[in-house]
């Protein structure tokens, strides 16, 4: 009952993560300005990467260790309060750090007082303890905090965001979700831990957070570090196109990633029995619903792209379509890494493949933003970001294939290209034949939809998919 409950939360935070940003984000982008959301994204990028230098690997290392303690509540106070302790030492660091830019570089002169407001979000972020609470599997908890600040942030800025002069105030509010959850976590451990001086291990703690820190600190360096990059090299106009382009993915990989979570079963247990064989049959059914999924997504993607930008984030944002039309493609890829890296090369313990594929990822996405985004602005971003994805997925492939045997049966991947050229023949013919564009989008959004399902669930039968809409359908039911 326990597993059904936490997957309920699961699915309802899920949800509304998807949700939320749906209702904020064409708001805020018509009523600021491409610009002012450059500022916005570059700043957060900025802060957020801070972040990452501030926890390191205790939001990895912290749930693990916390969920080994079970019931033992001396344990639990020992690495609950070392944990705490790290993050506070490294925090001020961090913010020394940030304070030195702030003051004493002129670059960052005119991002003053956002970064002040920063550095109140890393001082909140100490109390969102949240790898505490997934620790302790209190799903209930997250679900509940998480969706309440979320709404009650959607109403600030509904009310409080009203024209471009308010462009700090909507920074302030993405910073204050963090204080409100921060403090909100704080009141609610007390009813399981207490923070105690003399519990603190630093030494026992402080080198496993090092080490998981470095796949934290090597992943940003090419996913977060792109924004920050491109703000120091270009414009916050090409920021903002780059923030839209990155905005709507975020919101089509959360429904993605749900669905990689519901169909992706734990593989640690198999590969502990050594039962490859059944491992490759579950691999080869994963990736053949994640290709039938992610390629008729990408494709709608690419035909209508001007439609959901300007959907959206509203006029004055075309130059975020090409840089939209390339991280589409993560889509697929991305989904697939969730498998590959996530699933079988930790579930493999391979702590060294880990850091391998994230250094491979990190020296790509460094060169080619170097190479290319202080020429193309956002394209170049986008291009860096997608080919050091990439990078990751084949060495990933290479070292779970070595290190574990396991392969992707690219044969499916085949199947639902061919596949696809349904989807692209009827779109490509529904573009032809009207030009008016909302019109074309709704048609366009039903004619996939309704290919999906014939072509998936009852011409060609994807066995995972209709297991998985089965399922849904059932629960449904019995709802």
């Known amino acids: 009952m326990g597993v059904r409950k936490n997957f309920a939360y699961n699915l309802v935070l899920t949800f509304f993560n998807f949700l939320f940003p749906l209702i904020t984000y064409p708001y805020v982008t018509r009523v600021l300005g491409v610009e002012n959301i450059g500022i916005c994204n570059f700043v957060d990028n900025l802060i957020n990467y801070a972040l990452i230098l501030s926890t390191l690997g205790i939001s990895v290392y912290g749930v693990r260790e916390i969920a080994r303690q079970g019931n033992d509540r001396e344990k639990c106070a020992e690495v609950f309060s070392s944990l705490f302790s790290i993050n506070c030492i490294l925090s001020a660091a961090v913010i020394v750090i940030l304070c030195v830019l702030t003051f004493c570089v002129p670059f960052f002169f005119p991002y003053k007082s956002y970064l002040l407001v920063g550095v109140g979000k890393i001082i909140f972020n100490l109390f969102l303890i949240e790898w505490f609470f997934q620790g302790i599997q209190e799903f209930k908890f997250i679900t509940l905090r998480s969706v309440g600040v979320r709404f009650l942030y959607v109403v600030a800025v509904l009310l409080l965001v009203r024209d471009k002069s308010d462009t700090l105030m909507y920074f302030a509010l993405m910073c204050a979700t963090t204080a409100v959850g921060g403090v909100l976590d704080w009141i609610y451990a007390g009813k399981f831990v207490r923070f105690s001086f003399s519990s603190i291990r630093l030494g026992v703690y402080f080198i496993p957070v090092l080490v998981f820190g470095v796949y934290s600190v090597l992943t940003a360096m090419y996913t977060s570090f792109n924004t920050v990059y491109l703000g120091l090299v270009s414009n916050d106009t090409q920021v903002g196109y780059f923030g839209v382009a990155t905005k709507l993915h975020t919101v089509l990989m959360a429904v993605f990633t749900a669905f990689t979570t519901v169909m992706v079963p734990r593989v640690s247990y198999l590969l502990k029995q050594g039962e490859m064989s059944h491992l490759q049959n579950i691999t080869d059914r994963i990736f053949s619903a994640?290709?039938?999924?992610?390629?008729?997504?990408?494709?709608?993607?690419?035909?209508?792209?001007?439609?959901?930008?300007?959907?959206?984030?509203?006029?004055?944002?075309?130059?975020?379509?090409?840089?939209?039309?390339?991280?589409?493609?993560?889509?697929?890829?991305?989904?697939?890494?969730?498998?590959?890296?996530?699933?079988?090369?930790?579930?493999?313990?391979?702590?060294?493949?880990?850091?391998?594929?994230?250094?491979?990822?990190?020296?790509?996405?460094?060169?080619?933003?170097?190479?290319?985004?202080?020429?193309?602005?956002?394209?170049?971003?986008?291009?860096?970001?997608?080919?050091?994805?990439?990078?990751?997925?084949?060495?990933?492939?290479?070292?779970?294939?070595?290190?574990?045997?396991?392969?992707?049966?690219?044969?499916?991947?085949?199947?639902?290209?061919?596949?696809?050229?349904?989807?692209?023949?009827?779109?490509?013919?529904?573009?032809?034949?009207?030009?008016?564009?909302?019109?074309?989008?709704?048609?366009?959004?039903?004619?996939?939809?309704?290919?999906?399902?014939?072509?998936?669930?009852?011409?060609?039968?994807?066995?995972?998919?209709?297991?998985?809409?089965?399922?849904?359908?059932?629960?449904?039911?019995?709802?």
């Open 290 to 479: 994640l290709c039938a999924v992610a390629i008729p997504l990408v494709i709608y993607c690419l035909f209508f792209a001007e439609d959901i930008v300007f959907l959206i984030a509203g006029d004055g944002y075309q130059g975020a379509v090409p840089a939209f039309r390339i991280i589409v493609f993560l889509l697929l890829v991305i989904a697939v890494e969730q498998i590959v890296i996530s699933q079988f090369l930790l579930s493999s313990d391979s702590n060294k493949g880990v850091i391998i594929v994230c250094s491979v990822g990190a020296v790509v996405g460094l060169g080619v933003n170097l190479l290319l985004t202080s020429h193309i602005g956002a394209i170049g971003s986008a291009v860096s970001w997608g080919l050091s994805e990439l990078a990751v997925l084949i060495a990933g492939l290479v070292l779970v294939k070595k290190n574990i045997g396991i392969t992707l049966d690219f044969k499916q991947l085949l199947v639902e290209l061919a596949k696809s050229l349904v989807y692209v023949a009827s779109l490509a013919l529904l573009f032809t034949a009207m030009e008016n564009n909302w019109l074309r989008l709704g048609i366009g959004t039903a004619v996939v939809g309704i290919e999906f399902i014939l072509l998936n669930m009852l011409f060609i039968r994807n066995g995972l998919l209709v297991e998985l809409c089965g399922s849904i359908i059932d629960k449904l039911r019995r709802a």
